[in-house]
């Protein structure tokens, strides 16, 4: 299985806490640059911004929860890649 369909395979496994969703659908990770020279994947992520205060509690935990889901499960993934995400 080549690079790309095993990241791709990861963000279909990692699921959303607060919505239930792959993390493949939320549009959660732009792009991923990896370093093989490096020994290092690069996940380039964009956080979804909420409109009002009282959601962004709740949005910033799930996040937190998102990525860190995210980042264990590609170590798990390519354990002898250093996983850094990028925000």
């Excluded at 791709?8 to 020279?37: K, M, N, T, W, Y």
């Excluded at 909420?50 to 910033?60: E, I, P, V, Y």
């Amino acid at each position: 299985m080549d690079l790309q369909q095993r990241l791709d395979d990861v963000l279909d496994r990692v699921i959303d806490p607060a919505s239930g969703e792959p993390v493949s659908r939320l549009g959660l990770v732009e792009r991923f640059r990896h370093q093989p020279e490096r020994r290092r994947l690069l996940v380039f992520c964009r956080h979804v911004q909420q409109d009002h205060a009282c959601c962004l509690l709740f949005s910033n935990i799930a996040f937190d929860a998102t990525t860190e889901a995210l980042k264990n499960e590609l170590e798990r993934e390519f354990p002898d890649l250093r996983v850094q995400l990028v925000f």
